[in-house]
């Protein structure tokens, strides 16, 4: 959804956040509920990130994993407040039993159409799509202002946010970060959605004799070799069933910081959809009438950067869940997809206890006033891997966002380190955590 008439940019904020995905979403809609004045701007042209546009689906970590059948919400606050308005307005399913998880299935399109309403309500915030961080004017521990593609004057305001996935803020304040450009750890994914098949076409059965046909097809080289790499599932919206397909890319034939490899992925996937659509077509009964509906502006991609913040979260965190005296919010999704060796690692199902998420791990360790959410939080490769879902994003967003409307009002511009847990516990309650 495109900002049809931009607020315009001022010269001064309490808060500028970067990225307008899922966890700059939030972090701005908490600033500005916080009374802070706030800016999100982002060089994308819609709210929501990956969720809204590469057709990722499902909202995965708003609830614990669960034995008992219940889902029961990792954490309230926004995370909540978002999933339960896509449920009751029908843009997103109930949540739905997979294994263990409880997940939320959800309509990319009228996802981001739901983040533009709940960011036009805030009256303290300014959101500006469409814009293009060209500069940030920094010390050595502080940001002053960021200079914006838009306008010939610097933003100036007390407290900045990172959500951007690449860290590009950071980046450019010269902060460190980690995350490493291999192809195999990013590895893309192109996810297309489906139409027209019946029902049972995709329930398990459906799935089963769909695999059985493509092995056949790709054995007697019928198709092409990459269509070995798709995955479909169904999300059934209202009465019309959806049937998501996700196709991976092979790990090192596309560089994933290479823009003119990015555009042969994105063509290669788009061909690939419509090949697969033609193939589901003649061969496989139930897919008969079946088209390639929706197809995404982008591909998407596993692993990106890290800032580096007061606390680096690791594996170790996800195998032993401690206790953090400033921890903000859970991260109740306890998968790590391994794209380099084609698994997952699933942090012990039958512990049951997120891991919690420190309030350090959104600061950064030079920058004081340099907070960041989402993707981009202080994590080693596999903590990341299961820190990045939706349901996650939004509430270490969330958490980010307060966290640096307090930073904001701080005389320091920074959370002095002996005022982490008393900063934490305050957000604790309004996320709800049940930490
Ligand atoms: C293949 C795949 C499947 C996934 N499946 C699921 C799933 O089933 N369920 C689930 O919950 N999650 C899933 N995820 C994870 C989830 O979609 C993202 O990790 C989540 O959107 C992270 O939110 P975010 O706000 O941190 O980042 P993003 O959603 O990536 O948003 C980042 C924002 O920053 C902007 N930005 C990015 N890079 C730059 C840059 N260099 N410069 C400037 N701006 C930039 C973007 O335009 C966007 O506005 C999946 C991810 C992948 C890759």
Redesign the pocket.
């Known amino acids: 959804m495109e900002t049809s008439d931009p607020s315009p940019i001022e010269s001064e904020y309490d808060v500028i956040v970067?990225?307008?995905?899922?966890?700059?979403?939030?972090a701005a809609i908490a600033s500005a509920r916080a009374g802070a004045k706030t800016l999100l701007f982002?060089?994308?042209e819609?709210?929501?990130?990956?969720?809204?546009?590469?057709f990722?689906?499902?909202?995965?970590?708003?609830y614990v994993t669960s034995q008992d059948m219940i889902p029961r919400a990792a954490n309230g606050g926004l995370a909540l407040e978002f999933a339960e308005r896509l449920v009751s307005s029908g843009t997103g399913t109930a949540p739905k039993r997979v294994g263990p998880y409880d997940?939320v299935f959800q309509s990319p399109i009228q996802y981001t159409r739901h983040c533009w309403d709940l960011c036009q309500r805030e009256k303290n915030l300014t959101v500006a799509l469409k814009t293009?961080?060209s500069s940030v004017n920094a010390t050595e521990s502080r940001i002053e202002s960021v200079e914006l593609a838009s306008r010939e004057e610097p933003v100036r305001a007390r407290a900045f946010l990172d959500?951007?996935?690449?860290?590009?803020l950071a980046f450019l304040a010269g902060a460190d970060f980690e995350g490493t450009e291999s192809c195999t750890n990013r590895?893309?994914?192109f996810?297309f959605s489906i139409r027209g098949h019946e029902a049972n076409a995709t329930d398990e059965d459906g799935r089963q004799i769909f695999s059985e046909h493509l092995v056949k097809a790709l054995s007697l080289g019928l198709l092409t070799p990459q269509i070995g790499l798709a995955v479909i599932r169904l999300v059934q919206m209202d009465e019309n069933p959806d049937a998501c397909v996700?196709l991976?890319a092979e790990g090192d034939h596309f560089s994933a910081l290479n823009p003119d490899s990015l555009t042969r992925f994105q063509i290669l996937s788009g061909n690939l959809a419509n090949e697969l659509g033609s193939f589901l077509r003649s061969n496989i009964r139930g897919f008969e009438k079946c088209e390639v509906t929706v197809v995404p502006t982008q591909s998407?991609?596993?692993e990106?950067r890290r800032i580096t913040a007061r606390y680096r979260l690791t594996e170790a965190d996800f195998q032993s869940s401690p206790d953090f005296d400033d921890a903000v919010c859970r991260a109740g999704?306890p998968v790590f997809?391994d794209p380099s060796l084609l698994r997952s690692i699933v942090f012990d199902p039958t512990r049951m206890r997120p891991t919690a998420v420190p309030l350090r791990a959104l600061i950064s360790k030079e920058i004081g006033n340099l907070l960041m959410?989402?993707?981009?939080i202080s994590s080693a490769y596999v903590a990341q891997g299961a820190l990045?879902?939706?349901?996650?994003?939004l509430a270490?967003?969330q958490a980010a966002g307060l966290a640096a409307v307090e930073t904001a009002r701080s005389e320091e511009q920074s959370i002095p380190e002996n005022q982490e847990a008393e900063v934490a516990a305050r957000i604790r309650v309004v996320l709800e955590t049940g930490l």
């Open positions: 970067d990225g307008s995905g899922p966890a700059g979403f939030a982002s060089s994308a819609s709210i929501g990130g990956f969720s809204a546009n590469t990722v689906h499902s909202l995965s970590g708003l997940v293009r961080l959500t951007t996935r690449e860290a590009e590895r893309r994914a996810i996700g991976d998407c991609e596993r990106s999704w997809a959410a989402g993707r981009c990045r879902v939706i349901g996650t994003s270490i967003g």
